[in-house]
């Protein structure tokens, strides 16, 4: 076959299920390594997901394809609850995943885009960029500044992508910091793409989207989702907010170049899905109570980690926190940590820890690490 394999240097799972096998065969292990909302999705939303699902099964309630970018509805409701109103319904597009959002933004942008990001990172940041054939800069933050970002260290880039609060660290970004990316894409006349996955989490007064200004609406774009706050990881449901000042060196329009790479490559997201997301924002108290009863649990793992004499970074914003520690948790405690090398091989000797447990094996959790030091 004449075709060439570009993908050889990827592993055939990711390293959120390669450190799931390390745990195989083995009894009564509690997971804080995967960053999986445990759920469950409250009645109400199912409630319009059963209702939804039996109008399919009737002449008059079945439905074909859905609209490519999203029900207006669900526009209009993330635009309310995330933006107070600033976007038009053209500007958000309804999808299936930020992986799968940035993989489309990658193969928009193409193999010739320098693009950078703060590691430890999201894989997908780099791993997309070297399916297509992309150059990364990775942007490394330093344990002895306590994980923070340091704008100041950020060269020029053609799109950069920032995640605040950042997976895995669980630290977000203060105005000041996103203000000076802002500024950092308008002198290297580069695009900011924000991973929003976490931002809902955000505890202080710390921003939860990056369009603090009209400056910002001229290099950045932001991506979102239903699945950690909401506990729609098995439901798939994203969005993203292109704005229409965004363009690229010949002055061309972002909105318009990816409106049509989405019409061309997709053809929506599920009606269900896309109905439980109206129906969740209707009721923003049911995913706000799951964020304050996640981030008390995130804090409760905090204070037992730290009593028992470790390090510990982040946490205060998102739901993960950084220990450092050269403790082999899965063997002595049967607790399956994430290790820090699984996201850059730099950082040995820290783990990632994560919030999202059940009460049931927060009490595991607890017993284990009491009793053994």
Same mark, same amino acid.
């Given at each position: ?53 039996? %109008? ?170 239903? %699945?950690k706050w909401a506990a729609f990881s098995g439901i798939r449901l994203s969005w993203a ?51 304050? %009863? ?80």
């Amino acid at each position: 076959m004449a075709l060439l394999n570009r993908v050889k240097g990827l592993k055939k799972i990711n390293i959120f299920q390669e450190i799931l096998l390390k745990a195989s065969g083995m009894k009564e292990v509690v997971s804080l390594a995967v960053g999986d909302n445990p759920g469950p999705i409250p009645k109400l939303v199912i409630e319009e997901l059963i209702e939804e699902a039996k %109008s399919f099964g009737t002449i008059e309630g079945h439905k074909g394809y859905p609209p490519e970018e999203g029900l207006v509805a669900l526009k209009g409701l993330i635009n309310e609850v995330f933006y107070s109103g600033r976007f038009s319904p053209e500007e958000i597009f309804i999808s299936d995943g930020i992986k799968t959002d940035l993989f489309r933004l990658q193969t928009l942008f193409g193999p010739s885009a320098v693009s950078s990001y703060f590691a430890p990172g999201y894989p997908t940041y780099k791993e997309g960029c070297e399916i297509i054939g992309a150059k990364t800069v990775p942007i490394y933050l330093d344990p002895e500044k306590g994980f923070v970002p340091e704008v100041d260290r950020v060269v020029p880039f053609d799109v950069f992508y920032l995640c605040s609060p950042n997976n895995p660290t669980g630290i977000a970004m203060d105005k000041d910091q996103i203000e000076a990316m802002i500024d950092k894409a308008r002198t290297y006349e580069g695009l900011i793409v924000h991973d929003a996955c976490y931002s809902p989490y955000i505890q202080t007064n710390k921003p939860k989207t990056i369009f603090l200004n009209d400056e910002a609406l001229k290099f950045a774009v932001e991506l979102g989702s239903f %699945s950690k706050w909401a506990a729609f990881s098995g439901i798939r449901l994203s969005w993203a907010v292109i704005p229409k000042e965004v363009k690229f060196r010949d002055g061309s329009s972002l909105l318009k170049a990816y409106t049509g790479f989405l019409n061309a490559t997709y053809n929506g997201v599920s009606w269900l899905s896309q109905k439980m997301g109206c129906t969740l924002l209707k009721n923003t108290n049911l995913f706000f109570n799951q964020i304050d %009863s996640t981030m008390q649990r995130v804090q409760q793992m905090k204070e037992l980690f730290q009593l028992k004499g470790f390090e510990v970074y982040g946490g205060v914003d998102g739901p993960y926190f950084l220990v450092k520690t050269r403790v082999d948790f899965l063997q002595k405690f049967k607790i399956l940590t994430l290790p820090l090398t699984s996201f850059e091989t730099d950082y040995e000797g820290f783990i990632r820890v994560s919030g999202f447990i059940s009460e049931k094996n927060w009490q595991i959790v607890t017993s284990r690490l009491q009793n053994s030091f």
